[in-house]
């Protein structure tokens, strides 16, 4: 079965240092990777995927995803945190095998970002 | 315009009541969803119609009931709520096919059974 795993549950960062929130995947086949964005109160919002091609994703609101798969890590990255980035962070991994023709996502268990002032 | 609108927002109830969460959506998307989040904000799915037909049905109990009227709605029924199913419940769509991974959230519906 597809999985990701996210270590960690919190991540602090002062603001205008740069961020990594970790997400390692476990699939068969080529994995299919995304990041979610949850603000409070919110539902979650699509930051970026990797389906193929070059190993670092750009995405939403200056961040960033590299693709590693020797590590099959799928780290977000942004070079530079602001306060407004405070929020939980989803990976995901897209199911190897379509049903009826549609595919469904895995969810990790969310990182909280905490961007301090 | 929302995209995707779910109602209510909040939903206060007592054991053993039943309840319904609306959702629906303007994008046009052949499949929804539903998704349960817990307290410890790990998401969870639930429900997922393709041009409303069920095509997943995680382990949930029967006393959930996903309703698809058409393509645009995706309404969730519960009965005879419990404590245990106090959670935020989340609507989502997407276009379906092999490009349908980008999903679109609703805000959410926070449930409270007392």
């Known amino acids: 079965a597809q999985s990701v795993a996210q270590p960690e549950d919190q991540v602090n960062v002062a603001e205008g240092n740069p961020l990594t929130v970790k997400c390692t995947y476990s699939?068969?086949?080529?994995?299919?990777l995304f990041w979610y964005v949850q603000y409070p109160n919110r539902g979650l919002q699509f930051l970026l995927k990797?389906?193929?091609?070059?190993?670092l994703v750009k995405g939403s609101y200056g961040f960033e995803a590299e693709f590693n798969k020797s590590q099959t890590s799928f780290h977000l990255k942004k070079p530079s945190a602001l306060v407004s980035d405070s929020a939980l962070y989803f990976c995901a991994v897209r199911d190897h095998q379509a049903r009826a023709g549609s595919y469904q996502l895995t969810f990790g268990k969310g990182t909280k970002l905490s961007v301090i002032p | 315009d929302t995209a995707v609108s779910q109602t209510p927002k909040y939903l206060v109830t007592q054991m053993g009541n039943d309840k319904s969460i609306k959702c629906e959506q303007n994008l046009g998307h052949d499949t929804m969803y539903w998704y349960k989040q817990d307290s410890k904000k790990f998401l969870k799915i639930m429900f997922s119609?393709?041009?409303?037909?069920?095509?997943i049905n995680e382990t949930v109990p029967n006393r959930f009931s996903p309703k698809s009227p058409d393509k645009a709605h995706l309404n969730l029924h519960i009965n005879s709520l419990e404590l245990g199913d106090s959670a935020v419940y989340f609507c989502?769509?997407?276009?379906?096919?092999?490009?349908?991974?980008?999903?679109?959230f609703g805000s959410g519906t926070q449930l409270s059974v007392l």
């Open positions: 119609y393709n041009n409303k037909e069920l095509i």
């Open positions: 989502a769509s997407s276009r379906g096919g092999r490009t349908n991974e980008k999903l679109f």
């Open positions: 699939v068969s086949g080529n994995p299919y």
């Open positions: 990797y389906i193929t091609g070059d190993n």
